[in-house]
């Protein structure tokens, strides 16, 4: 990988967009494996996911920070789209998120941790029990989800209504909500957030957890 490359043109804007569909909803396990990756069919990647440069870590500091805040807004979106809230560098390694086919070039496992690494430090992500396996990705931050899922008792009325958690992720009435889906200690979190709120209470245990919203 050539180091002269321009700034300007490794980091230059992506003149495409990003689509935020919900068709394909997916979530991130420790145990996902090549068979099962989001597919990059219905993502768009920015401009830079096809420069070769893009995945060698660059030795001057502040078009490095260039290059891993690229990565993360990258990883962000990607994650958005796909549904994923959790990641593991060794099982995306072979995605198209960090792998490019087109132009034989990935993103190493080590470099993956430090852009994870980078985002946690920035309030995006967070090792999952402190270790560097897998991680949370936080296209939402706690605290936003924990205001969307507010946003979406209020507007539906469910105020002083008790539902279980798998009715907050999985039912019909939540299909076109960002939080369907949703890793449930992810939800437990923003749950959480809620209760010291004094907007919610949870109540029982474990796959008996309910939640009572005020």
């Excluded at 070769?52 to 078009?63: L, V």
């Excluded at 994650?79 to 390694?93: D, E, G, N, T």
Aim: hydrophobic share 35%; proline share 5%.
């Amino acid at each position: 990988m050539s180091t002269s490359t321009p700034q300007s043109t490794l980091y230059a804007p992506s003149t495409t967009s990003t689509n935020f569909s919900s068709t394909n909803i997916l979530t991130s396990q420790t145990t996902t494996s090549s068979s099962n990756l989001p597919s990059s069919n219905t993502f768009t990647f920015p401009r830079e996911h096809s420069f070769p440069p893009f995945y060698t870590p660059q030795p001057n500091s502040s078009t490095h920070h260039a290059q891993l805040q690229k990565w993360s807004t990258l990883i962000q979106s990607f994650c958005r789209h796909h549904r994923i809230f959790r990641l593991s560098p060794i099982a995306y390694i072979d995605s198209p998120l960090f792998y490019n086919r087109t132009i034989g070039k990935r993103l190493g496992t080590n470099e993956i941790k430090e852009v994870i690494e980078f985002m946690r430090k920035e309030g995006r992500a967070d090792w999952v029990a402190g270790k560097e396996g897998e991680a949370w990705i936080y296209w939402k931050t706690v605290e936003e989800w924990a205001s969307t899922i507010a946003e979406w008792v209020d507007g539906t009325a469910q105020k002083n209504t008790v539902l279980t958690l798998y009715e907050l992720t999985e039912s019909e009435a939540t299909l076109s909500q960002e939080f369907h889906g949703m890793d449930a200690d992810l939800l437990q979190k923003a749950l959480a957030v809620l209760v010291k709120r004094g907007k919610a209470q949870v109540f029982g245990q474990d796959d008996g957890l309910g939640v009572k919203f005020f």
